[in-house]
């Protein structure tokens, strides 16, 4: 291995280190505990080494963003694999679409809510998060129905679904409701 290849395996891993770090301390004490300081401390690096890695917070959060959403789409694929009818692959994915945002939500929130510099539904966008709206559109393209685009029809169901998520953990919908409605948009938005 050349002294090339070592260091650059070592930044890789220096850069793992510090999303794993982030992404860790933003599920324990949310984004706003989230500095500088705090990850040089728990990864025992300098700032200026967080630095040479990142410009700062925003493409931490973005770095966090892309590994959520790897995780998302991979969530989201086993559920609906599992499942043997159209109707169960959709609800399989809901099911697990609406489990990874109460229980990343630091993550979940680096994905759709916070700034972290990332291009979305543009050419530019990260094949992570292409990744991520293909595990939709691959179970939810199916049952789009006769004459509804695949692809509009992945949004509207997938903004229904954030919706969910993002009001039942602002504790503005009942969290013992979410069967419900879960099954409630499956069964009217799929046509099965």
Known sequence: MSVQERKARERAERERLIVAAARELAEQRGWDAVTTRRLAERIEYSQPVLYSHFRGKREITGAVALEGATDLAAAVRAAADAANSPRGRVAALARAYLDFAAHHPAVYDALFQLDGGLAY????????????????????????????????????????????????????????????????????????
């Open 121 to 192: 539904a543009q050419e530019d966008t990260p094949q992570p998060l292409k990744d991520a709206f293909a595990a939709l559109l691959e179970s939810l393209g199916e049952v789009a129905g006769d004459g509804v685009e695949p692809g509009l029809f992945t949004e509207t169901f997938w903004a229904s679904l954030h919706g969910l998520a993002t009001l039942t953990r602002a504790g503005r919908l009942p969290p013992e409701h979410t069967q419900q409605r879960m099954e409630l948009l499956v069964d009217r938005l799929a046509t099965l």
